[in-house]
DNA sequence: TTTCAGGTGGTGC
DNA sequence: GCACCACCTGAA
């Protein structure tokens, strides 16, 4: 069985699996456990307090794709620093998100689970992609007297009429997911290919598809392709850009300004302000 | 019971 | 090319 040491130096649990960007954790008391591929994965805090152990309980994951997930080959150290030099609110930022890991997910997984969460919010989106894979994923087994199911397959999935994708509180975008399958699969679509692309031109091929718009495009290459210079604009991210950074309330003055502000490790920068600005601002936690 | 949150796609100018 | 609105549903 795989499993991944984790320095508490450069990771943090709540920091990492609760600031939107994966949907399949959850925390079991002390645990996190989530869903990887086709593997459960249990991630525990060491004894001593130094660090935390990444385990997987459930199905087979390489050691090597678990260090990929988890962001092991960045240096974190480096772009927190980094990025904490640059203004007072990416140090705040820091302060209060630091360990916030950049998740190297699943293509397929991202672009449909970021279909479900346009006009959305997080527990619902939760919701729908928990009862999806229930549905339609295969099961993993139980563990700690929980069902755990992987993402569903495209090919499961492409043998689906529209109405199988009306799952729990997915309402309207059922039609996006089920046009989305439809082409990949009637398409023969290969999903690596963003990974050989620029950013802009990744974005660009990932709105072919039906339910993929600029936002969706960016926190596809962001979370499912790597892409660190990334930047999903979403209502949280305007609201830091006009409050903390005093830009202009339009859609070329955000774009503008997060090219020429955040040059360097644009992707981490935008995750912790992110991160930062929905813990501060949010309107149910005054 | 009503209000709110939340991006995309389509329409109309 | 921009402004507007429909789309849906759980939570508050």
Avoid at 26 to 45: L, S, Y
Avoid at 148 to 170: C, H, I, M, R, W
Wanted: charged share 25%.
């Amino acid at each position: 069985m795989s499993k991944l040491w984790l320095n508490a130096a450069t990771f943090h649990p709540v920091h990492t699996f609760e600031n939107g960007q994966c949907f399949r954790w959850h925390r079991e008391g002390d645990a996190f456990i989530g869903v990887i591929d086709e593997a459960v994965v249990c991630v525990t805090r060491a004894e001593d307090g130094s660090g935390y152990w990444a385990e997987v309980v459930l199905g087979s994951l390489t050691e090597m794709r678990l260090k990929a997930y988890f962001d092991e080959a960045t240096d974190y150290g480096v772009i927190m620093s980094t990025l904490r030099e640059r203004d007072e609110w990416l140090q705040k930022a820091i302060d209060f998100g630091g360990g916030l890991r950049l998740l190297q997910q699943d293509p397929f997984e991202m672009l449909l689970s970021f279909i479900i969460s346009s006009n959305n919010n997080i527990p619902k989106i939760r919701m729908s992609i928990e009862d999806l894979c229930q549905k339609y994923g295969r099961l993993l087994g139980n563990y700690d007297g929980k069902d755990y199911y992987a993402f569903p397959t495209l090919e499961k999935l492409a043998n689906l009429d529209e109405e199988a994708f009306a799952v729990k509180a997915v309402g309207y975008r059922a039609k996006a997911l089920y046009r989305t399958v439809r082409k990949l699969s009637d398409e023969a679509i290969d999903l690596d290919m963003p990974m050989q692309m620029a950013l802009e031109d990744g974005v660009l091929w990932l709105r072919q598809f039906y339910g993929v718009g600029e936002k969706v495009a960016h926190c596809i290459s962001l979370f499912g392709y790597h892409q660190t210079d990334a930047y999903p604009i979403d209502t949280w991210v305007k609201q830091l850009l006009t409050t903390l950074y005093g830009v202009e309330a339009n859609a070329n003055a955000y774009k503008a300004f997060i090219e020429t502000y955040f040059v360097t490790y644009r992707g981490y920068a935008q995750q912790v302000l992110f991160y930062y600005m929905r813990s501060h601002y949010s309107k149910s936690k005054t």
